[in-house]
């Protein structure tokens, strides 16, 4: 028997358990969905949060989930592998539970495909990061490196300046001629080193990244060890949008990957669909992606209130 609710959230972190409180709060009958593989898992802390800035992640998410489950909330530990639209949205589960519901939040979020580097995998959300705003303060005044992914891999390595004066951009895959005379201009005021040739992997001593190691036999020193301490890079994001194409929805490209075109509340193209979080951009923070899910459940049950009503009004 397929079971009905008003809104079905799919995916459980910031925004799409914010969206829950909000809807939940409402008295909407409310069911999230949640995979467990939240994008900042990696992470021993998250700053930035008014109030909550050194908590760990999953300390918060596990306090979003209790406030969720005081208004009658549901919450089920599962995956959604499909979607269609007919009179309601019907989503079916990893399980083969079959649940509908009138609205859709989609909270899906990306995953990061890191740099295929011997140590970067394994020091992500401790000594390698992707972003100075998140860890910045943490390790400020470190030795820094940046390991390029794409030419735009020098806004990275210009950002981090802001927080350490010993930084050095290792071009990896990156050739110097993609870099543009401003890139270098910009580059050379920072105090920004700039080091070519591959890197072969990241030297690790004692559970403590020490030294970023390049690839021998080139002529630019190559085969020589970097001291460093930190080393920022920027993973490929790979948006989570499976369900939204499923229903047709449009997406825009961007540098950092095909996102839904939405609305300020998060509305996308499809009727009664709306994207939350970094399902609909790759630059929402933790604070960034609650408020997006607010602002998307307060509309959401608004928006259903009023069809309601104006279905009720005599013909």
């Not at 543009?180 to 105090?191: F, K, Q, V």
């Not at 994001?237 to 075109?261: C, H, K, M, N």
């Amino acid at each position: 028997m397929t079971e009905k609710y008003e809104v079905i959230v799919v995916g459980g972190g910031a925004a799409g358990l914010s969206a829950a409180l909000v809807l939940g709060r409402a008295r909407r009958r409310t069911l999230v969905v949640d995979a467990g593989e939240p994008r900042n898992a990696p992470a021993a802390h998250m700053q930035g949060y008014l109030s909550r800035d050194g908590m760990p992640p999953a300390e918060f998410l596990a306090i979003g989930r209790e406030e969720i489950a005081r208004y009658g909330v549901e919450l089920v530990r599962d995956r959604a592998v499909d979607v269609t639209r007919g009179e309601d949205f019907t989503v079916v589960l990893e399980s083969g539970r079959t649940v509908r519901a009138r609205r859709l939040v989609i909270a899906t979020g990306l995953k990061d495909e890191l740099p295929e580097v011997p140590g970067v995998a394994e020091r992500f959300g401790r000594d390698v990061l992707h972003c100075p705003y998140c860890h910045g303060w943490e390790v400020r005044d470190q030795a820094f490196g940046v390991l390029a992914t794409t030419a735009l891999s020098v806004h990275q390595a210009l950002m981090v300046s802001q927080w350490s004066k010993d930084v050095t951009f290792f071009l990896h895959t990156v050739a110097e001629k993609e870099l543009s005379d401003d890139d270098l201009r910009r580059l050379a005021a920072a105090g920004v080193k700039v080091v070519p040739g591959e890197v072969a992997e990241l030297v690790v001593e004692e559970d403590r990244l020490t030294g970023v190691r390049l690839v021998g036999g080139t002529p630019s020193g190559g085969g020589t060890t970097h001291a460093r301490e930190v080393v920022f890079t920027a993973p490929r994001a790979i948006p989570q949008t499976g369900l939204l194409e499923r229903l047709g929805a449009e997406l825009q490209d961007s540098p950092f990957g095909a996102y839904p075109v939405v609305d300020p509340t998060g509305l996308t193209s499809v009727p009664g669909v709306w994207a939350v979080g970094n399902a609909m951009g790759f630059a929402e923070q933790v604070v960034n992606a609650a408020a997006g899910g607010y602002r998307a459940g307060a509309f959401i049950n608004g928006e259903l209130l009023m069809s309601d009503l104006d279905a009720a009004v005599p013909a």
